[in-house]
């Protein structure tokens, strides 16, 4: 097994389909797609792509960490007591442990994620 993983940032094998937890859900009904690539053997790290359509739901992270590389799409992050902030492809930014506030999905978007924790 190779210690070098290449994520496959367009895939066609078929991914895990998901809805917005009814606790989380803000407004729209955005549906999400993960392909899973690869997980750490020790440390809980997991990479792989992701896609939301259109919509706003509770962003928790907890004691999780993620990393995340925009490939297309527009979002706008508000992280509580802050001012709105938008990613669009070719943007990248990191959610640290404790992060909470409001992801709202503008135009259909595919991310590349990175969570540790």
Do not use: N
């Amino acid at each position: 097994m190779s210690l070098l993983v290449k994520l496959d940032l367009a895939p066609t094998s078929e991914p895990k389909h998901s809805k917005a937890a009814a606790d989380r859900l803000i407004s729209g009904d955005p549906s999400f797609k993960t392909w899973a690539q690869d997980e750490s053997r020790k440390d809980p790290v997991r990479t792989g792509v992701w896609e939301a359509t259109p919509g706003e739901t509770r962003s928790i992270k907890g004691e999780t960490m993620e990393f995340c590389y925009i490939l297309s799409g527009v979002v706008e992050l508000t992280e509580e007591g802050q001012p709105p902030r938008i990613f669009r492809a070719g943007d990248s930014f990191v959610m640290k442990p404790g992060y909470v506030g409001v992801w709202k999905t503008i135009e259909t978007v595919r991310k590349i994620y990175v969570v540790a924790g």
